[in-house]
């Protein structure tokens, strides 16, 4: 089992950057897939990225359009979602989330979120 904790997030313009950091508990950060998703008022999660356990691949929702950048660092048993060029539409809680599975289709844990505000 491992527990997952998100930071980072907070109130920014648009056009601004901002890194969430998810830290895992545990010992086999190195065995779970690795992603991030979303969900603003009203609307359902979303996801937004994901990478593999030992960071060498990643892949993106079609809305991030190069503006993020998933990344994970196994000896600290922390994944990050670099976030550039935010709009008002990235306003949503946002989710870390493991899976043993290569390439999930559900996560099996989930972290409470971080809250991400744009402003226009």
């Known amino acids: 089992q491992v527990q997952l904790v998100e930071s980072g997030g907070g109130l920014v313009q648009a056009g601004g950057s901002l890194r969430l950091s998810c830290a895992a508990s545990g010992r086999t950060f190195n065995t779970y897939t690795m992603g991030w998703f979303r969900q603003a008022p009203g609307k359902e999660r979303e996801f937004v990225a994901r990478i593999t356990k030992s960071g060498d691949r990643t892949h993106y929702a079609d809305f991030v359009q190069g503006r993020f950048t998933i990344s994970r660092d196994n000896a600290k048993n922390t994944v990050y979602l670099q976030m550039n060029s935010l709009k008002p539409e990235d306003t949503a809680i946002y989710y870390c989330?493991?899976?043993?599975?290569?390439?999930?289709?559900?996560?099996?844990?989930w972290g409470q979120g971080t809250q991400v505000t744009v402003s226009s």
């Open positions: 989330a493991a899976d043993p599975s290569y390439f999930p289709l559900n996560y099996d844990y």
